[in-house]
């Protein structure tokens, strides 16, 4: 456990650049008339970059420090919980304590758009937390795959899923039904169990590519 | 114990490892030769389980190697590993949280020796020092495998014996397989105790350095003298300049005659001899 833990330390030290960039965006971003978007929402950002640091720098130098693929693995899950929690508490802790103070009349801040508000702020929170997870931990297998031939078939797949689905109507409502299920979904109970599962489902897929992972 | 059976590699159409068969059951520092393409590298690198292989098994420690292996057991270094553009010192300290076996003492030591800079970034060392830094992040991984990719390069020569004592005490404070692919083939002499000949994809010689200082050897002299005096040996290489001539054999010395001149083989010209190449040209 002691060199998962320094593992996790190591993800998160070298994911400075994020941190900043992201920091920058939420203090930084500005919005004006009557209908304004909650800086909260940029924390968001920080989800989206960090993979692309655990997966395209951390990992060749650990493996260089003598890390194990396994402990690699669980760290970097470790890593994303961590970080889904402390960007759902702050955009969580914007929305309650800042967006208040916004003087606009409306401020739209994700958590409403995607109805999780509806569920009390604690609820809300978690429910972020594991979609975060959710997207962290996709485009974490996602890009653990570029190097490989299903990596970029994957890529195709989504994009044909994508432009096939969108114009046309009947296609168009999975689609919708989808993202309604793992994103803009008010029912706490059924929102969080999906994402959780679809998050286990993706660990094992990015275990998998893992051990086929060269060096 | 590091067991290979059959390991074929193959690049698209071009097979880089040909049907390999090594047993390596012995603690000990191991010289792996080999010209630039013959194969080093993804040998090693296929032991590591950092690549796979096409054909056969690798097994380390009865474990057997592929990249599924989640944990090898086999540290492995190539000469321009990538770190965290970090102090020296933390990166060792970082090391040593990573991966619960390591030496942290030993590493400290050696950095303490080779008068790195604990506070100098890994991306502002010279060649020679971050290859320096990798081996000692390699040694001092307590792994029952270390293998270590072109070591030396960039290394002055005083770096360089240096680094031989380092790997002598490190086996002697922790006796283990260490496999040592270089180029400079004389100066590693002392320090290892096999050798391990790999040409173009194929295992050519494993075997004790005794064995080539007892059996490698030249014959020179009149042409039908040498080949009648070799007619019976293991001939590995052969030079013809007019009527004379010198054999290259890998054998039981035969008594001397009063016609030839016999000489032992330097562990270069032994490996010239042995990968069967001069000046890029097969012979």
């Given at each position: 456990?002691?060199?998962?833990?320094?593992?996790?330390?190591?993800?998160?030290?070298?994911?400075?650049?994020?941190?900043?960039?992201?920091?920058?965006?939420?203090?930084?971003?500005?919005?004006?008339?009557?209908?304004?978007?909650?800086?909260?929402?940029?924390?968001?950002?920080?989800?989206?970059?960090?993979?692309?640091?655990?997966?395209?720098?951390?990992?060749?130098?650990?493996?260089?420090?003598?890390?194990?693929?396994?402990?690699?693995?669980?760290?970097?899950?470790?890593?994303?919980?961590?970080?889904?929690?402390?960007?759902?508490?702050?955009?969580?802790?914007?929305?309650?304590?800042?967006?208040?103070?916004?003087?606009?009349?409306?401020?739209?801040?994700?958590?409403?758009?995607?109805?999780?508000?509806?569920?009390?702020?604690?609820?809300?929170?978690?429910?972020?937390?594991?979609?975060?997870?959710?997207?962290?931990?996709?485009?974490?297998?996602?890009?653990?795959?570029?190097?490989?031939?299903?990596?970029?078939?994957?890529?195709?797949?989504?994009?044909?899923?994508?432009?096939?689905?969108?114009?046309?109507?009947?296609?168009?409502?999975?689609?919708?039904?989808?993202?309604?299920?793992?994103?803009?979904?008010?029912?706490?109970?059924?929102?969080?169990?999906?994402?959780?599962?679809?998050?286990?489902?993706?660990?094992?897929?990015?275990?998998?590519?893992?051990?086929?992972?060269?060096? | 114990?590091?067991?290979?059976?059959?390991?074929?590699?193959?690049?698209?159409?071009?097979?880089?490892?040909?049907?390999?068969?090594?047993?390596?059951?012995?603690?000990?520092i191991y010289c792996l030769l080999g010209r630039?393409?013959?194969?080093?590298?993804?040998?090693?690198?296929?032991?590591?389980?950092?690549q796979n292989i096409t054909n056969g098994t690798?097994?380390?420690?009865?474990?057997?190697?592929?990249?599924?292996?989640?944990?090898?057991?086999?540290?492995?270094?190539?000469?321009?590993?990538?770190?965290?553009?970090?102090?020296?010192?933390?990166?060792?300290?970082?090391?040593?949280?990573?991966?619960?076996?390591?030496?942290?003492?030993?590493?400290?030591?050696?950095?303490?020796?080779?008068?790195?800079?604990?506070?100098?970034?890994?991306?502002?060392?010279?060649?020679?020092?971050?290859?320096?830094?990798?081996?000692?992040?390699?040694?001092?991984?307590?792994?029952?495998?270390?293998?270590?990719?072109?070591?030396?390069?960039?290394?002055?020569?005083?770096?360089?014996?240096?680094?031989?004592?380092?790997?002598?005490?490190?086996?002697?404070?922790?006796?283990?397989?260490?496999?040592?692919?270089?180029?400079?083939?004389?100066?590693?002499?002392?320090?290892?105790?096999?050798?391990?000949?790999?040409?173009?994809?194929?295992?050519?010689?494993?075997?004790?350095?005794?064995?080539?200082?007892?059996?490698?050897?030249?014959?020179?002299?009149?042409?039908?003298?040498?080949?009648?005096?070799?007619?019976?040996?293991?001939v590995i290489g052969r030079d013809t300049v007019?009527?004379?001539?010198?054999?290259?054999?890998?054998?039981?010395?035969?008594?001397?005659?009063?016609?030839?001149?016999?000489?032992?083989?330097?562990?270069?010209?032994?490996?010239?001899?042995?990968?069967?190449?001069?000046?890029?040209?097969?012979?």
């Amino acid at each position: 456990m002691k060199a998962i833990f320094a593992i996790v330390k190591r993800l998160l030290a070298s994911n400075k650049i994020s941190f900043i960039l992201t920091a920058l965006v939420v203090l930084c971003a500005t919005s004006s008339g009557d209908v304004v978007l909650s800086n909260g929402n940029y924390t968001w950002l920080l989800a989206v970059m960090t993979p692309f640091f655990f997966v395209f720098y951390d990992y060749t130098k650990l493996m260089y420090l003598g890390a194990s693929k396994k402990d690699y693995f669980f760290g970097a899950l470790i890593s994303y919980g961590i970080l889904s929690f402390g960007i759902s508490l702050v955009n969580t802790g914007i929305h309650l304590l800042i967006e208040p103070l916004y003087p606009a009349r409306t401020v739209i801040n994700l958590m409403d758009v995607c109805k999780w508000s509806e569920n009390g702020i604690f609820l809300a929170g978690l429910q972020q937390m594991v979609f975060l997870l959710l997207v962290m931990i996709s485009l974490h297998v996602l890009l653990s795959m570029q190097a490989h031939w299903y990596g970029w078939l994957t890529d195709t797949i989504l994009v044909a899923i994508l432009s096939i689905f969108t114009p046309i109507a009947p296609l168009r409502g999975i689609l919708s039904g989808f993202f309604q299920v793992i994103m803009l979904n008010g029912n706490a109970v059924l929102h969080i169990g999906v994402c959780l599962l679809l998050s286990a489902a993706l660990s094992f897929a990015g275990l998998v590519v893992l051990k086929r992972k060269t060096l | 114990m590091i067991e290979l059976k059959r390991v074929t590699k193959q690049y698209g159409q071009a097979t880089v490892l040909k049907h390999i068969d090594l047993v390596i059951d012995e603690p000990g520092i191991y010289c792996l030769l080999g010209r630039n393409g013959a194969g080093k590298t993804t040998l090693l690198k296929s032991i590591a389980g950092y690549q796979n292989i096409t054909n056969g098994t690798i097994q380390v420690d009865g474990k057997v190697i592929t990249t599924s292996t989640l944990d090898t057991g086999v540290s492995y270094i190539e000469n321009f590993a990538r770190h965290f553009n970090l102090p020296v010192g933390k990166l060792l300290k970082i090391a040593s949280e990573v991966n619960p076996n390591y030496d942290y003492e030993f590493a400290s030591e050696m950095m303490e020796r080779f008068e790195l800079d604990a506070k100098k970034k890994f991306n502002h060392l010279s060649l020679g020092m971050k290859t320096m830094v990798s081996t000692i992040l390699c040694l001092a991984s307590n792994k029952s495998v270390v293998l270590l990719d072109e070591p030396v390069l960039g290394f002055d020569a005083i770096m360089r014996v240096e680094f031989y004592d380092m790997l002598t005490e490190s086996f002697r404070k922790h006796p283990r397989i260490i496999v040592v692919s270089t180029h400079i083939i004389e100066e590693i002499a002392k320090t290892i105790q096999k050798l391990i000949i790999l040409d173009k994809g194929s295992i050519r010689f494993f075997d004790t350095l005794q064995s080539v200082e007892t059996k490698a050897f030249s014959i020179s002299g009149l042409q039908k003298d040498v080949e009648a005096a070799t007619q019976n040996l293991n001939v590995i290489g052969r030079d013809t300049v007019g009527g004379l001539a010198t054999c290259y054999i890998f054998d039981t010395p035969s008594a001397p005659s009063a016609s030839l001149e016999i000489h032992p083989l330097s562990l270069q010209d032994f490996f010239i001899q042995m990968v069967g190449h001069k000046g890029g040209a097969a012979r």
